[in-house]
């Protein structure tokens, strides 16, 4: 599985950007997917997480009611609409899959490469 993430760029506070991440996999529906990020100087933290069939979702405490993950399985691409942005959400942003049915995932088998956010006043 291949995963490829877009969608960054720089952006105002209060401003919103939707990052998309494109799956190379005929299984895209059975995955589990989710959104992490890493400040600069910071730990890797999770963001959201998508249930395969998009029934079930997690989303970090301070991301709660300003993001909003969603997939297409059409398309094979997972969403992260971010809305409200703050300098906090300065990061890289990775997409990430994970195989197992576990749920939330525990480990996560597929990294994309990763895109840059920057939030500014």
């Known amino acids: 599985v291949q995963l490829q993430a877009s969608g960054g760029g720089s952006v105002q506070v209060g401003g919103s950007v939707t990052l998309s991440c494109a799956a190379s996999t005929r299984s895209f529906s059975t995955l589990n997917m989710a959104w992490f990020r890493q400040p600069p100087g910071k730990a890797r933290e999770l963001v959201a997480v998508?249930?395969?069939?998009?029934?079930?979702?997690i989303y970090g405490d301070s991301v709660k009611d300003r993001f909003t993950i969603s997939s297409d399985n059409a398309k094979n691409t997972v969403y992260l609409k971010m809305t409200d942005l703050k300098p906090g959400d300065t990061a890289v942003y990775y997409c990430?899959?994970?195989?197992?049915?576990?749920?939330?995932?525990?480990?996560?088998?597929?990294w994309g490469q990763g895109t840059q956010v920057t939030v500014s006043s």
């Open positions: 990430a899959a994970a195989q197992s049915s576990t749920w939330p995932p525990n480990n996560y088998d597929h």
């Open positions: 998508t249930s395969w069939m998009g029934l079930r979702k």
